[in-house]
Nanobody
Framework: QLQASGGGLVQTGGSLRLSCAASGRTFSMYAMGWFRQAPGKEREFVAVIRRSGGTTYYSGSAKGRFTISRDNAKNTVYLQMNSLKPEDTAAYYC???????????????WGQGTQVTVSS
């Protein structure tokens, strides 16, 4: 089970840190990612981190502004979001996948969404 938190309302240029806590003992066996879905749009990939945390990959819109990290001892993955823009407004979902390389299309577990709203 994945439990996301940390969303909220922030002004343009602000920052938020999302967290996703996983239950169970197999957290470190999964690549972890973040996705987002804006109203009327399809869910899109944001970022992914490998099981060990050594490698990350970002969407074009997230690169340079967002940082994904994980703490396997705490079974938690984070998404630090800086320089937020109104177009970042969406429900953000964490996800666990067997493969770092195919997480954009193959997710094993989804968390519930946490809403991020960026005001202009």
């Amino acid at each position: 089970q994945l439990q996301a938190s940390g969303g909220g309302l922030v002004q343009t240029g602000g920052s938020l840190r999302l967290s996703c806590a996983a239950s169970g003992r197999t957290f470190s066996m999964y690549a972890m990612g973040w996705f987002r879905q804006a109203p009327g749009k399809e869910r899109e990939f944001v970022a992914v981190i490998r099981r060990s945390g050594g490698t990350t990959y970002y969407s074009g819109s997230a690169k340079g502004r967002f940082t994904i990290s994980r703490d396997n001892a705490k079974n938690t993955v984070y998404l630090q979001m800086n320089s937020l823009k109104p177009e970042d407004t969406a429900a953000y979902y964490c996800a666990a996948a067997d493969s770092f390389f195919t997480i954009a299309t193959m997710v094993d577990y989804w968390g519930q969404g946490t809403q991020v709203t960026v005001s202009s």
